[in-house]
């Protein structure tokens, strides 16, 4: 109680300095708190190991053909390009495009048939069609996505429609002719 | 708006109680002797519309919850299950959904009614502001609720809502991921919408305990737009006349609810949400609800993913900003006769978007949204303007007048809502 009477004067008391020390520490506790709170909702390790590479055989892909399979949860297309479908994704004017990549930067050198792309819409997350026979490819002979109206080309390039982006390619490399290893 | 208690404890357990707890005070003080304007129409009756809806949905989902599973492979089966097995389960399950499509009805009214009388101007901002916030935290909580049964369009509604995230610039991919516990939508995403759609019908009833606080400090609004003035002669005890006059809203609500439980269950749904969620191929033809639809409109509208959900995004966000956007002092629309013409439009351009936001993604379809889109933002525009030049119809002198037909006399349109200080 004797502290009481010098708190009028400018000078910090001991209670100031207990005030100003705890509230600091509460203040980094409380933050650090947030580290569980927030990091439970990434990725759990199972998610995670359960994206170990996966090796895929081409061989029973036919020309023309596309194929859908999953990795780390991840909807891949794989599709053996016709003749027609590569020369037009190389025909395309790189400048022209909204998200500009070249179809040799989106394939393996000497594997060009083979396109290997991530199969969500970069707009919003839907599968686009035109894998399987029947479906529309939309107006530039790769993928229509029916939710919102985006066009991919043969090379998976966003052409037309509200997505940014060209369908991504995911790491992955030739251990054999035709085979791939995903990851 | 709450003036001195008139509560009278009459045994010697309510004395008891209420020098302890005045909780009996407090419900007779806001639900009987509190004073509400003597002219309400049936519009207002929606706000108890409102409570209800919300409690009966806390029922039913709670005993829902008792018969589901939240796991990516039990999900659909488990709902099929209460529809099948669970006594009374397709009643549960049919009042929830279709409650949840009759709750979003009901606060549409609401929020049209509020805008049509000028319910968020001075002293009622704060009120409204809490208005939105409801708004939004049901927009959240009906989208996870109908990612649950982990049908196709639970999981395509889910995968398309939350990539709106991803349109933010550096951060967007990681909250995404955060979101989705994984690299897709998956079995963790659907046990953590669980858990949050479980939590926030309770935050709602926190923000509705204050949405109503703040409604009986300012007192209600009422169809002429002005104030109350003399409490004697404007106001009527809440008891019995707006309880009486809620319940007859309430009932003829529910006669409606009880139509589409019973006779069109699966109306507002879509048959898409029957098959199970297969990642791999998305239902040719996806849309959310019919409640999401204006705004998916207008999401689609733009040409452009980031601008598409800032637009989104905005269309509910501007509501917030209502009080000072709208520049004219006179509230009811009643007394605006330029203003009301645009507010019909506003409603024509709302039902439009909801029906584009139901058609492909095709033209003329695009186009038409797109015009569509620039007139639901041209209204709020518009009620910056009109405000300035607008000349009012002659107010009321009192509620009790409009209602007595008194002397009408002549009030100048600023000063008739001069705000009221009521203690």
Same mark, same amino acid.
């Given at each position: 109680m004797a502290h009481a009477t010098d708190t009028t004067g400018t000078e910090p008391t001991r209670r100031d300095f207990l005030m100003l020390t705890t509230g600091a520490f509460g203040a980094v506790g409380a933050a650090a708190l947030l580290v569980p709170l927030v990091g439970q909702? +990434?990725?759990?390790a199972q998610v995670v190991a359960a994206g170990a590479p996966i090796e895929l055989d081409l061989t029973p892909i036919a020309e023309g053909q596309a194929i859908k399979l999953f990795w780390r949860g991840k909807l891949i297309f794989v599709r053996n390009r016709t003749k027609k479908e590569i020369d037009e994704a190389k025909a395309v004017d790189v400048a022209t495009l909204r998200d500009p990549q070249t179809d040799e930067q989106r394939t393996k050198a000497g594997h060009e048939r083979y396109l290997v792309v991530y199969g969500n819409c970069t707009h919003l997350g839907c599968v686009p069609l035109g894998? +399987? +026979?029947?479906e529309p490819k939309g107006e530039f002979d790769g993928w229509f996505c029916p939710c919102h109206g985006s066009h991919y080309d043969s090379s998976g390039r966003i052409r037309k429609g509200p997505a940014p982006l060209n369908l991504p390619v995911p790491p992955y490399a030739f251990t054999a002719d035709t085979k791939i290893k995903i990851g | 708006m709450s003036g001195h208690s008139t509560y009278q404890p009459k045994t010697g357990i309510e004395r008891w109680l209420d020098a302890r707890l005045p909780i009996v005070r407090l419900m007779h003080d806001s639900a009987v002797s509190y004073p509400v304007p003597r002219n309400l129409n049936l519009l207002w009756t929606f706000g108890g519309i409102l409570v209800f809806m919300l409690v009966a949905q806390i029922i039913t989902g709670v005993i829902l919850a008792m018969h589901y599973t939240p796991n990516a492979t039990m999900a659909f089966n488990s709902v099929e299950h209460i529809m099948r /097995? *669970?006594?009374f389960g397709w009643l549960l399950r049919y009042l929830h959904s279709n409650g949840a499509s009759m709750f979003f009805v009901a606060v549409y009214v609401h929020i049209f009614r509020g805008m049509y009388y000028g319910s968020y101007k001075a002293p009622r901002e704060v009120l409204w502001i809490l208005g939105v916030i409801i708004f939004l935290l049901m927009m959240a909580t009906a989208f996870m609720g109908y990612v649950l049964p982990w049908g196709q369009m639970s999981f395509w509604g889910a995968t398309v809502i939350t990539n709106l995230f991803s349109a933010l610039p550096v951060i967007g991919e990681t909250i995404v991921t955060f979101l989705w #516990? #994984?690299?897709? *939508? /998956?079995n963790p995403t659907l046990n953590r919408f669980f858990s949050l759609h479980f939590l926030l019908p309770f935050m709602i009833a926190g923000v509705v305990v204050l949405h109503i606080w703040a409604l009986h400090h300012v007192g209600q609004n009422n169809p002429t737009g002005v104030e109350v003035k003399d409490v004697k002669k404007d106001t009527v005890p809440f008891t019995p006349y707006a309880t009486i006059k809620d319940l007859f809203g309430m009932v003829c609500f529910m006669l409606v609810f009880a139509w589409f439980v019973f006779y069109q269950p699966n109306f507002m749904g879509h048959a898409d949400n029957y098959i199970p969620a297969n990642p791999a191929s998305t239902p040719a033809h996806i849309v959310p609800e019919w409640y999401f639809l204006p705004f998916y409109a207008i999401l689609r509208a733009i040409p452009d993913k980031l601008g598409g959900v800032l637009a989104m995004g905005g269309a509910i966000v501007i509501l917030a900003f209502l009080p000072w956007i709208d520049?004219?002092? *006179?509230?009811?629309?009643?007394?605006?006769p330029i203003a009301r013409q645009f507010f019909w439009m506003f409603v024509l351009v709302c039902i439009g978007l909801g029906y584009l936001g139901a058609m492909p993604a095709d033209e003329p379809y695009v186009t038409i949204s797109r015009i569509l889109t620039v007139l639901y933002f041209g209204f709020f525009l518009a009620l910056a303007l009109i405000g300035i030049f607008e000349r009012p119809a002659p107010l009321p002198t009192s509620i009790a007048d409009s209602v007595l037909g008194g002397s009408g006399a002549r009030l100048g349109h600023a000063t008739a809502s001069e705000p009221q200080a009521k203690g």
């Open positions: 909702l +990434a990725p759990d894998n +399987a +026979a029947g | /097995d *669970v006594n #516990g #994984g690299y897709s *939508v /998956d520049t004219s002092k *006179v509230k009811s629309m009643t007394y605006r």
